[in-house]
């Protein structure tokens, strides 16, 4: 079997009850032959399950957040790639990078049109378009403070501004580094690749996940997730921007 082009990082924190579907249905994706999942902290069972099902598992001895984990992921397969026979030949490339969240369950394994843009060379970045409809307990404000931000910014307003289904080029991966702070590093992400003239596009994929309650301990996550892309937003909102204006792939191009 040849050796595959992508890897799958999946950050995760007390996702013990769905991380291995998770798991199992990223590994069954086309170009996949890694899946690493970083434990950010969890005080449940997810790192010896995900291990069970089949992951390349690191933990955080303490929780450091989304950003440090998709950092810690990127980390592990650069270090699993150098170590490769043939390791950036033609023939063996770096694997391109595929963040999937925790809960997606059995639906991670619709991921696979996110991922042929950029395996096609169409593009630098993906962002995923949820074709699924998930109720929400929220009014809305992060996302469209994240939405409006990325227009001010860059021109050009994503349809899911936060969403975390993405995929990366090896080189827009280290072009978006350092990575903004927790929860705002997808608006950070896409606002620093514009800027940089690269090519991110969204992609419709039938993906669905968890949707956050709306009990005081989900509010009190919407109130972290504004105030880290409020902090990502008034960082980038002086800049020029230089990006020409992304498209929308369907399900299947690319």
């Known amino acids: 079997m ?5 890897a799958v990082i999946i950050p995760a924190l007390n996702e013990a009850r769905s991380i291995a579907a998770t798991v199992a249905a990223a590994r069954t994706l086309d170009g996949v032959d890694l899946v690493v999942v970083v ?3 969890s005080r449940d069972e997810t790192a010896a399950i995900a291990v069970e099902a ?3 598992v ?6 450091r957040g989304k950003a440090a984990a998709m950092e810690t992921g990127a980390r592990i397969v650069a270090g699993l790639d150098a170590a490769l026979p043939g390791a950036g030949s033609p023939e063996r490339p770096p694997r391109h990078l595929l963040f ?3 809960d997606l369950g059995e639906t991670a394994a619709r991921a696979g049109p996110l991922a042929q843009p950029v395996r096609a060379g169409a593009a630098d970045m993906t962002i995923a378009v949820f074709s699924e409809t998930v109720r929400k307990g929220g009014l809305g404000i992060v996302t469209a403070t994240a939405g409006a931000g990325i227009q001010r910014a860059t021109g050009w307003r994503p349809a899911q501004p936060l969403n975390g289904q993405r995929c990366l080029t090896r080189a827009a991966f280290a072009a978006a580094l350092p ?3 927790g929860w705002g590093v997808e608006t950070a992400m896409t606002i620093d690749l514009l800027r940089k003239g690269m090519r991110v596009v969204e992609v419709e994929v039938p993906l669905a996940h968890r949707a956050t309650g709306n009990d005081w301990r989900s509010q ?4 972290r997730q504004l105030r880290d892309v409020c902090l990502a937003l008034a960082r980038r909102g002086g800049w020029t921007s230089r990006a020409t204006r992304p498209g929308r792939i369907p399900p299947g191009l690319g």
């Open 220 to 223: 009190l996550h919407r109130l």
């Open 54 to 56: 089949g992951a390349h």
């Open 100 to 102: 999937l969240d925790a």
């Open 179 to 181: 990575l903004a702070r």
């Open 39 to 41: 434990d950010d902290g």
């Open 58 to 63: 690191t933990r955080h001895g303490r929780n």
């Open 2 to 6: 040849p050796p595959g082009d992508l």
